[in-house]
């Protein structure tokens, strides 16, 4: 299904990102926040998505690094 | 279901009835205080299933779910002597779900109660100084349902760099209980004589345990006055029974068993979000994560939300999540797994498939309150998922916020 070649397509990205995106960083004072703090801008998911990571975390066979469960709760139903 | 119902009106016009005594504040002021009622959240799902794989016979049959949660979260805010920054969080969860399959956990379909109602509280209390630009955090959970029961344990840091960043660690431990309730075939036979027509009523079963560690670290950077990211990543560590006791499995020669996984996995995902503030008006909230175990599961998620301001205080976002999965090596659909096999699971979910999921939301969050009352900010999702595997579900989602 290709999720190796994916995977590897994925973890690349990640790495440019990290590569080619703190180097551009500009230093931004507190009277440029407007947007940044917006609560949309929010680096963590809404409240309202709690229980479809939930679903998620149950239905399929990942999960983690999204806030949602890494263990507790069974989903068995 | 009309005790939930009941206990959540209950809560609500309990909070209402608190927020009546409190004059807004502001928390942020640099003085010693008692900690204050501040926030109140409350979230509502509904979510429904409907797929034809269900693990309980072995990977036919109907997987029919439907589940009403219901959460509430308190939180306080004070400041210490120190001029350090405490917030105490309360929080209690009930869900009370239906599934079509559970019925089959007798052989015959005939099990008692299809339906089950899970409680969960936690606490969580934060201390920050903002001068020093760090917190600590420390957290406790407990998640109690008729065949599972979950301790949860949390500790959490996080620092602040001189250049608009900030680094996190999240250690964690789950310590669970997983109730041996077997299918009707298989139950011990000193079980049958007391059996109510699928056993999950007897007292008695024992449990095993299941133990989860986790340790997260993140890293998140303003990038510029328009765009900033964060980098998570998560090692867990399960050991114990990993497996759920009434999941059948049909092997190539007729006969059947129960689902046997190995008793420890090893997981690591690791992502990435970034959003983008693009114009006046358009946010970019992105995520990707990469996954994997050692169980040979593989998986990459992308989802994309643009919400959409109509006004400052009103938004639209649509969003869409695209997930793929290979299985993991222990998975073969009904009828397909060898009886000589070491581990087995005929559980869709471990299996290889793709899945979208797609909806919209909306935002209110005016200045003075929505009608000009206590109630913050409201939004409500609603989102349509598909998988491969022909499994279809809906959720419908409310958070009210109360400050």
Not at chain 2, 213 to 231: D, E, K, P
Not at chain 2, 237 to 264: C, I, M, N
Not at chain 2, 394 to 400: R, T
């Amino acid at each position: 299904m290709g999720t190796k070649s994916s995977g590897r397509g994925l973890s690349f990205f990640l790495c440019g990102l990290a590569v080619f995106i703190f180097p551009c960083c500009s230093p931004v004072k507190e009277y440029q926040k407007n947007r940044i703090n917006d609560a949309e801008m929010s680096l963590s998911n809404r409240k309202a998505e709690r229980n479809e990571l939930n679903f998620q975390s149950y239905r399929e066979g990942a999960a983690g690094v999204n806030g949602g469960k890494t263990g507790g709760g069974c989903g068995c139903n | 279901m009309r005790k939930i119902c009941l206990t959540v009106v209950g809560m609500y016009l309990m909070l209402l009835h608190a927020f009546s005594q409190v004059a807004p504040g502001d928390s942020s002021s640099y003085k010693p205080r008692k900690l204050k009622l501040e926030e109140v959240n409350l979230v509502s799902s509904y979510y429904t299933q409907s797929g034809d794989h269900s693990a309980i016979l072995g990977g036919i049959g109907s997987e029919k779910v439907t589940d009403l949660a219901n959460g509430l979260e308190l939180k306080w805010v004070g400041m210490d002597g120190r001029l350090r920054k405490n917030t105490l969080t309360a929080g209690m969860g009930v869900d009370h779900h239906t599934a079509a399959s559970q019925a089959w956990i007798s052989k015959t379909g005939a099990s008692r109660r299809t339906d089950g109602l899970r409680l969960y509280p936690s606490l969580n209390w934060t201390i920050e100084n903002e001068k020093k630009g760090n917190s600590f955090g420390l957290g406790g959970y407990y998640s109690n349902e008729f065949n599972y029961q979950s301790l949860g344990l949390t500790a959490g840091f996080t620092q602040k760099t001189k250049n608009n960043g900030e680094f996190g660690l999240k250690l964690s431990g789950y310590f669970d209980r997983v109730k041996l309730i077997f299918p009707s075939e298989f139950e011990p036979a000193g079980y049958s004589g007391n059996n109510l027509a699928g056993g999950r009523d007897h007292p008695q079963y024992p449990s095993s345990p299941r133990e989860t560690y986790t340790a997260s670290f993140s890293f998140s950077q303003v990038i510029n006055s328009r765009l900033q990211a964060t980098f998570l990543m998560d090692l867990v560590e399960q050991q114990g029974y990993l497996g759920l006791p009434f999941h059948r499995v049909y092997f190539t020669d007729a006969t059947d068993s129960v689902e046997k996984l190995p008793s420890h996995r090893f997981k690591l995902p690791i992502g990435v979000r970034l959003n983008y503030f693009l114009g006046d008006r358009i946010i970019l909230r992105s995520y990707f994560r990469y996954y994997i175990d050692d169980w040979g599961l593989r998986s990459g998620t992308a989802s994309l939300e643009l919400p959409f301001k109509i006004t400052p205080f009103f938004s639209i976002s649509p969003f869409y999540r695209y997930y793929i999965q290979s299985a993991v090596n222990y998975f073969a659909p009904y009828g397909q797994h060898k009886s000589a096999d070491h581990f087995y699971s005929s559980n869709y979910s471990l299996s290889a498939f793709s899945s979208h999921f797609f909806g919209s939301g909306i935002r209110l969050s005016p200045p003075n309150g929505v009608f000009n009352s206590k109630l913050s900010a409201l939004e409500i999702r609603y989102g349509h998922y598909t998988q491969t595997t022909d499994l279809v579900s809906d959720i419908i989602s409310l958070n009210l916020t109360f400050k």
